[in-house]
């Protein structure tokens, strides 16, 4: 069922002036409300709608934001096709903004700044460069995934080929200098 209204958002809000404060449910480029309106988001997230899209591809081939390459809609996503599908009230919208899985999360890291969406984010912080892992030699579990062969090419106890060229792995701490 579709409920077709002569009224916008605008005539229905109750607090408007809030809202206004909040600048979180209008466009950040026209500031018209997001209401009955085509959003869509370039690859960092930053969104704007439709009508404000058109008009800044018309003449640059950026985000209008943090000015990444844009060459046409197809690289824009739309919420309604990338992302979240819920249909929720106003008043909830920063509940569920808190808890979808399409909100846009940093990754929990040190030392990485990758921002994906809250559904793909596990898949990346299994194999970032940057998770702590644990060395199987020496038990030490606070070593950068991405520094961890470093670590083995310093760790003494790390097994490596005879020099004799025989099949055996020994610690490297066992085997001794010697002079030629």
């Known amino acids: 069922m579709s409920i077709n209204s002569k009224f916008t958002i605008n005539n229905v809000l109750l607090n408007q002036e809030s809202l206004?404060?909040?600048?979180?449910?209008?466009?950040?480029?026209?500031?018209?409300?997001?209401?009955?309106?085509?959003?869509?988001?370039?690859?960092?997230?930053?969104?704007?709608?439709?009508?404000?899209?058109?008009?800044?591809?018309?003449?640059k081939q950026e985000c209008m934001i943090c000015r990444s390459e844009v060459?046409?809609?197809?690289?824009?996503?739309?919420?309604?096709?990338?992302?979240c599908r819920e249909i929720i009230n106003v008043d909830q919208l920063d509940i569920h903004i808190e808890n979808c899985i399409f909100k846009f999360?940093?990754?929990?890291?040190?030392?990485?700044?990758?921002?994906?969406?809250?559904?793909?984010?596990?898949?990346?912080?299994?194999?970032?460069?940057?998770?702590?892992v644990k060395c199987e030699y020496c038990a030490c579990d606070d070593i950068i995934q991405m520094e961890l062969e470093n670590h083995h090419d310093i760790y003494p106890k790390f097994p490596i080929d005879c020099p004799q060229g025989c099949s055996i792995m020994v610690e490297r701490d066992q085997i001794k200098s010697f002079r030629v």
Do not use: M
């Open 105 to 132: 999360e940093k990754c929990s890291h040190d030392g990485c700044d990758i921002v994906l969406r809250l559904n793909s984010l596990e898949e990346h912080e299994n194999k970032c460069d940057y998770k702590l």
């Open 71 to 83: 060459n046409s809609f197809k690289d824009l996503s739309r919420y309604e096709e990338n992302g």
């Open 20 to 59: 206004q404060k909040k600048n979180k449910y209008s466009c950040p480029i026209c500031f018209e409300y997001f209401y009955k309106k085509s959003v869509y988001q370039c690859r960092s997230g930053h969104y704007a709608c439709r009508e404000c899209w058109e008009k800044s591809l018309e003449t």
